[in-house]
């Protein structure tokens, strides 16, 4: 069974736009990125088509969990389409971690009045 949304404050999505137009101008895809939220009974997944990448995140999820499971799916993108699907390994951490530094920057960079 599928675990109800959770809502986010409007100060956690204004955050959550940022951060996806930032990953989007500093850690670019190979190809265009449809980032969605919605009832999942996994964390997050990825996949991709002939001309996208597509990222769901569990609305279920608390505003710090959706943002690092944006960052572990966006690191699964980066990585290219043909090890999406592979397990975690030292190529997926690696791109995990520049990622993840990336999001670090992101949060330092927020404007003062979102920050927490």
């Not at 969605?36 to 609305?59: E, H, K, P, Q």
Request: charged share 30%.
């Amino acid at each position: 069974m599928k675990a109800r949304p959770k809502r986010l404050t409007h100060k956690q999505r204004r955050k959550w736009h940022i951060y996806l137009y930032w990953l989007r101008e500093r850690m670019p895809l190979s190809a265009p990125v449809i980032v969605r939220t919605c009832l999942l009974s996994d964390s997050g997944d990825s996949n991709r088509d002939s001309a996208r990448f597509y990222i769901r995140v569990g609305n279920h999820l608390d505003y710090r969990a959706r943002i690092e499971t944006l960052a572990h799916e966006w690191a699964h993108c980066r990585i290219g389409w043909d090890t999406v699907m592979l397990d975690h390994n030292a190529a997926f951490w690696a791109e995990f971690g520049a990622v993840d530094a990336a999001m670090v920057t992101i949060s330092a960079e927020m404007p003062e009045e979102l920050e927490d």
